[in-house]
């Protein structure tokens, strides 16, 4: 029951299935679908071996979307797998959790960003290279690309500032045409004259085995993915059964494998691959081989699902960061300042402030220092898959009634997927393995948490659990039964 002494700022229930959708699908797909063809999916797997491992990295992390989905038809909640953290193992491993999500939003919307000025330099080249100011890290910083990416942040804050229906209605525009320029792209490539399955020979990396050529994708199926769990952190914005977040999170994963899948395989079968991708003078293999297939005007639905994809992601994390944030700030495990909402709109106003002020920081230090940050916080990433699994088995034991007996066997396929997935980002012999600079600034961010966690432990001390519990899982089953299996303990 409410705490007596306790009022619960709840988000308004404003997002349909077809925004959530648009939510995750969007988050998924981002610039590397369209860049990453000809640099790594095609020269190092093969166009059937990136195919099917878009297919077998996408299974792995169902099995993480169905434990997610068990756990936020139970109870939907800002936070996502924050909030359940808490249910199962209380405040210091939800803290560790929230905070290993927090970075991995936030870098995705700034690398997300800076992704626009690729697009640019390719489409525009020299317009917006104006007013160069410094180098960092082989990364040219220039007056008029940064002030064009500023304006873009602030735009999406301001949308998310006005409310999620808005927001939402935004994201499914993008996602549509998103999902419209790339079957143009796909049917200008197969009615291209040069067009032929033969193109697509060798169906594998030559200088590797099948199997080395298919691990080389699914071995950053965790990337690839990630945005499908921004759905569990809107889950308290629906407004429709959350029974059905398990279906969309299976969706848009889905969708995903399609997109990549059909992307590659449109770059490859307009020219052999192995030409293509030899060919050191091509900077860009889409945009060549959209060229080749639909000529100048092609560049016109390429631009604009490009666009769209980078869009459709920094809407999204903004979107899944604020609501985390949020929930954090609810429960005084962040400070208060966070879980304040908006008294017209109901949005998260401070947490999304704070958002934008990260990020439009971000694309001073150049595109090749954030890629670091990304590359690292796909381990916080994963974590919080590990998280959201080890919280389902423990809930689903400890409240048996409220869920199904499949849940736990769910929940362990999850653990496996996510160890799987952390194991190939950190043994070094893994084609996905971070780099040092990349675990130097892990290390600078679990110091910077160690620190945090330290200087709010008498706040978070003082506040009661059973009051803490309240303002994370709402008056709910879940939060009567579930949080005395660790606080007894």
């Not at 095609?42 to 071996?49: D, Y």
């Not at 999902?179 to 060798?202: H, K, T």
């Not at 220092?369 to 088995?393: E, H, P």
């Not at 084609?431 to 945090?452: D, E, N, R, T, Y």
Request: charged share 10%; hydrophobic share 55%.
């Amino acid at each position: 029951m409410p705490h007596p002494h306790t009022e619960r700022q709840n988000l308004e229930k404003s997002m349909s299935p077809l925004s959530i959708w648009a939510l995750a699908f969007g988050a998924i797909i981002g610039w590397g679908a369209f860049i990453m063809p000809g640099l790594r999916f095609l020269p190092g797997s093969g166009p059937i071996g990136a195919c099917i491992g878009f297919v077998l990295g996408g299974l792995m992390l169902t099995f993480v979307a169905l434990t997610y989905g068990r756990l936020v038809g139970c109870h939907p909640v800002a936070g996502g797998v924050f909030a359940f953290s808490y249910a199962a193992f209380g405040p210091t491993l939800s803290f560790i959790c929230g905070w290993a999500l927090v970075l991995g939003y936030l870098s995705i919307i700034a690398l997300n960003a800076t992704a626009i000025v690729l697009l640019t330099r390719f489409l525009l080249p020299g317009v917006l290279e104006i007013g160069h100011m410094y180098t960092i890290a082989g990364w040219d910083i220039h007056a008029g690309e940064l002030f064009m990416l500023e304006a873009v942040l602030v735009i999406f804050w301001l949308l998310n500032y006005c409310g999620a229906d808005i927001v939402g209605k935004v994201q499914v525009l993008l996602a549509v045409i998103l999902a419209v320029g790339v079957i143009v792209i796909v049917v200008g490539a197969l009615s291209a004259p040069d067009s032929r399955l033969e193109n697509l020979s060798p169906w594998f990396a030559p200088d590797k085995s099948a199997l080395a050529s298919i691990a080389a994708v699914t071995a950053i199926a965790p990337w690839l993915f990630v945005g499908f769990d921004t759905i569990p952190q809107a889950a308290e914005e629906f407004k429709f059964p959350p029974s059905k977040g398990t279906g969309l999170m299976i969706l848009s994963i889905v969708c995903g494998i399609l997109v990549y899948s059909a992307v590659t395989l449109a770059v490859g079968v307009v020219m052999p691959w192995p030409s293509l991708t030899a060919d050191a003078s091509i900077v860009w293999h889409t945009g060549y081989t959209v060229e080749l297939s639909l000529g100048k005007t092609g560049s016109i639905p390429l631009a604009l699902a490009v666009l769209s994809a980078i869009l459709t992601g920094i809407n999204g994390f903004y979107i899944a960061s604020s609501r985390l944030l949020f929930s954090m700030g609810r429960a005084h495990i962040l400070p208060d300042w966070f879980g304040r909402l908006h008294g017209k709109h109901k949005t998260p106003t401070n947490a999304l402030n704070f958002v934008m002020l990260i990020v439009l920081i971000a694309p001073f230090f150049g595109r090749e220092v954030l890629s670091w940050v990304v590359d690292m916080s796909s381990i916080g990433t994963i974590i919080g898959y590990l998280f959201a699994s080890l919280a389902a088995y423990s809930i689903a034991g400890t409240c048996r009634d409220m869920f199904s007996a499949s849940t736990r066997p769910l929940a362990v396929l999850g653990c496996i997927a996510s160890l799987i997935c952390l194991c190939l980002l950190v043994l070094p012999f893994s084609p996905a393995a971070i780099s040092f600079p990349s675990w130097c600034v892990l290390g600078i961010w679990v110091a910077l948490g160690f620190c945090l966690y330290c200087l709010r432990l008498n706040t978070i001390r003082s506040y009661p659990e059973d009051e803490r519990a309240y303002l994370i899982l709402g008056d709910s089953e879940l939060c009567k039964s579930c949080v005395p299996n660790w606080k007894d303990k």
